[in-house]
């Protein structure tokens, strides 16, 4: 539970990079891809999987590397650029931003006729293959899969165990659906398709599916598991055995076969002739392979479990909600606490996030924190996904700004938030760029949109301000939230890779942002809630609007309300009224005479 501060992993470049290279030699390769994934392509992965960290030292939670005889290159996308040209042994690797060259171009540039590039085909899925594979064979160079065990394996002297958490049962009064209703509900869609069954890899699809939770990936409460869900509703699980007590099997009731996890792949070779969906982005080539060497037929579909998982039920809306109320009073009560402590110049960043740690302990139901918190002051902030460790732990000075982005996983509900606060006087430039930030938060906050709008309509109208004045931002503006479950959850999102619909019942992260290199970083998040489609007053055609669900003040010392239509006032003011209604009974005094100034109406 909660988050460690060591430097998690040191880079020795060339020395790890030099025992990697004499082991692919022996298996005949001169190249092998690194992604950072483990066998269920999960966003988060357990530290016997932390592959790509252990030989580069980059810890960002995407990325991938490819290493060849002469070069190495690790991929990241514009979360991490900062930060891997901070954490990567330059004279051994080199950081490729993504949004400039494509793996597909990097390949094609440096690999030539005659190289045979290795990967690990659990940790790679179909797509991938079929990308990567048409970039070599443009130089004459082949991919191979590597099915004697990853090169990677073998000289990591210290690697991790498995994961050995438990498992629980998730009960209906959080679910809101049984799993039998939840398995009866995805089963019948496989009609259309004829489909004999579906095979799930995906963790938090299986753990939704099967009402259970657990403990093996660090802040998402999963177990990790294969499945195999039949078109009758019944279920073959594949799991460590030893994770499963008497009272998760009775939970999980006769309908669920459970089989250790090494029968997987002797199942599947039973599958002939069966008609079976596989998610191509998601699956791993191996299940694709043994499907295929088995003579099933593969039916190629999106995962059957992710849009019923993304549409929350009522019983999900409302425990997000009570989880939000609870989280709000923790981050009252700090930034209560950090507003009248940081202008001594004394704190720093772990001791900030800790204290925010110990408030959200304290409201009840929390199971975890659901990420590692982002306690970042002045440059560290520009750095999206900063992580603090001892090493690089910044005091708050006055004259610049503190972000922290952090959620809570209460059983009821996962949370997700960040805030930005002025330590000491903030010059005008902090006030104009958040302020266009906040602009880009309030106008999704208000947004009206038709049934069939997708996540990049959505995102555009995050970026209008701050295009205008000519900046950006190289994340998404939104991701979709699990229900106490992963923290970054499909199929939707609000980005500029958001082609997906959004749907009533989803929830989403609202967090535009700023960042100057070097200087300080900026963003402010809520989430949101997709609600139902109503008519307009004055209207003619039904539109979905969204509900904030997040309840924490935004520093007001950092609006510059000349720069804010009277709407985005309006709303910034009701917002603020709600928060402070919402809030003020659940405070202690001291915490509720600093909430009525910091929630005060602005003209």
């Known amino acids: 539970m909660y988050q460690s501060f060591e430097t998690p992993s040191h880079p020795h470049g060339a020395e790890r990079l030099a025992h990697l290279r004499v082991e692919l030699s022996k298996h005949g390769l001169t190249g092998f891809i690194v992604p950072r994934s483990d066998a269920h392509q999960g966003e988060y992965v357990p530290a016997k999987d932390e592959r790509l960290r252990w030989l580069t030292g980059f810890t960002g ?36 931003a993504i949004a400039e060259v494509t793996v597909e171009e990097w390949l094609r540039t440096h690999t030539e006729a005659g190289d045979v590039i290795g990967f690990d085909p659990w940790l790679i899925t179909p797509h991938q293959r079929e990308t990567y594979q048409n970039a070599v064979l443009q130089t004459g160079a082949s991919l191979r899969a590597v099915v004697s065990g990853n090169p990677i394996d073998a000289v990591w002297d210290d690697q991790p165990a498995a994961p050995s958490g438990g ?38 699809s299986i753990n939704w599916l099967l009402n259970i ?98 549409r929350k039920n009522a019983v999900e809306q409302a425990g997000s909600r009570a989880a939000h109320l609870r989280d709000g009073v923790a981050m009252a ?22 204290r925010l740690e110990k408030y959200r302990a304290e409201t009840g139901k929390l199971r975890d ?35 922290i982005d952090s959620g809570g996983q209460y059983v009821d509900g996962t949370t ?49 301000a701050l295009w205008s004045n000519g900046f950006e931002f190289d994340h998404g503006t939104g991701h979709g939230v699990g229900s106490y479950l ?56 039904e539109m979905m609007s969204f509900e904030t669900l997040t309840l924490a003040p935004i520093d007001l010392r950092l609006v510059e309300a000349s720069l804010l239509s009277g709407g985005e006032i309006e709303w910034l003011n009701a917002y603020h009224t709600r928060v402070r ?23």
């Open 213 to 310: 939770r657990g403990e093996d990936i660090a802040h998402t409460p999963v177990v990790l598991a294969f499945a195999i869900l039949l078109a009758n509703g019944t279920v073959d699980l594949f799991v460590d055995e030893d994770k499963i007590d008497g009272a998760v099997r009775d939970h999980l009731g006769p309908d669920i076969q459970i089989h250790p996890t090494d029968a997987f792949l002797p199942k599947l070779s039973q599958m002939q002739n069966q008609r079976t969906g596989l998610e191509r982005a998601s699956v791993p080539v191996a299940v694709e392979v043994a499907l295929q060497n088995a003579g099933a037929q593969i039916i190629w579909l999106r995962d059957p479990c992710s849009f019923p998982k993304a």
């Open 369 to 403: 924190i659901s990420f590692d918190t982002i306690s970042a002051y002045g440059p560290h902030g520009a750095q999206p996904h900063y992580r603090v460790s001892r090493e690089t732990n910044l005091t708050l000075a006055p004259g610049s700004l503190y972000l």
């Open 416 to 464: 997700d938030i960040t805030r930005v606060i002025a330590i000491g006087e903030p010059t005008a430039e902090h006030r104009r760029a958040f302020t266009l930030v906040l602009k880009g938060m309030i106008t999704v906050s208000r947004a009206l949109f038709p049934a069939g709008t997708t996540g990049v309509q959505i995102d555009t109208m995050a970026r209008m």
């Open 167 to 204: 498992v629980r049962s998730h009960p209906i009064e959080f679910s809101g659906v049984s799993s039998t209703d939840k398995r009866r509900q995805v089963s019948n869609s496989f009609t259309e398709q004829q489909l004999d069954a579906f095979v799930l890899t995906l963790p938090d």
């Open 486 to 541: 992963g923290v970054h959850e499909g199929p939707a999102s609000l980005s500029k890779r958001g082609t997906v619909a959004l749907e009533p019942g989803m929830l989403l992260s609202n967090e535009p942002g700023y960042y100057k290199a070097g200087d300080f970083g900026i963003r402010i998040e809520n989430l949101v809630l997709v609600n139902p489609p109503a008519i307009p007053k004055g209207g003619e055609r």
């Open 581 to 603: 209604n919402e809030l003020a009974p659940y405070v202690d005094d001291s915490t509720r005479e600093w909430l009525i100034p910091a929630t005060s109406s602005i003209a």
């Open 61 to 96: 939670s995407a990325g991938m590397a490819i290493v060849l005889s002469g070069k190495a290159g690790v991929f990241v996308d514009g979360r991490y650029t900062l930060q891997a040209r901070t954490q990567l042994d330059g004279d051994a690797f080199e950081t490729v």
């Open 333 to 354: 009560r700090f930034l209560c606490w950090l507003d009248r402590k940081s202008g001594a110049g004394q704190l720093k960043e772990i001791k900030v996030a800790k």
